[in-house]
């Protein structure tokens, strides 16, 4: 599974803003149904992120579906679909080159739903100072 860093390090900002371009074109065309699976269609989807290479050749979308449920098939069916999403999306940015689609799941809610847990533990917030026992 595609792990990464932590949000900007080590990207430039031309990796950046390309992303973000990605990221919000990806979105809008999935939000409209233009892809023609009516599979992915039914799914709502939401691309929380798009990391580029720093050629620009491959763009990684991290998504996740709607209540974080039917991931595998999420991931099927937006890799079954690359090729058109490419073509729809690259299509409306009129880049130079077209990147290759990569889709990984978004896990920074998974994380930060962890986090929440860890700082709500009786001993934590009493260590942070939170736990009213000073």
Known sequence: MAKRSSQG?????????????????????????????????????TVGEVRTSPDLRVATAYVMPLGGEHRDEALAALRRNAGELRRLVFRQLRLKYSPELRF??????????????????EEVRRDTGDGGDD
């Open 9 to 45: 390090a080590g990207l430039s900002q031309r990796q950046l803003r390309v992303g973000e371009l990605i990221r919000r074109t990806l979105s809008d065309i999935l939000m409209q149904g233009e892809v023609h699976d009516p599979e992915l269609n039914r799914l709502s989807v």
């Open 104 to 121: 990984a799941i978004d896990e920074t809610f998974d994380r930060m739903d962890e986090a929440r847990e860890i700082f709500s533990r």
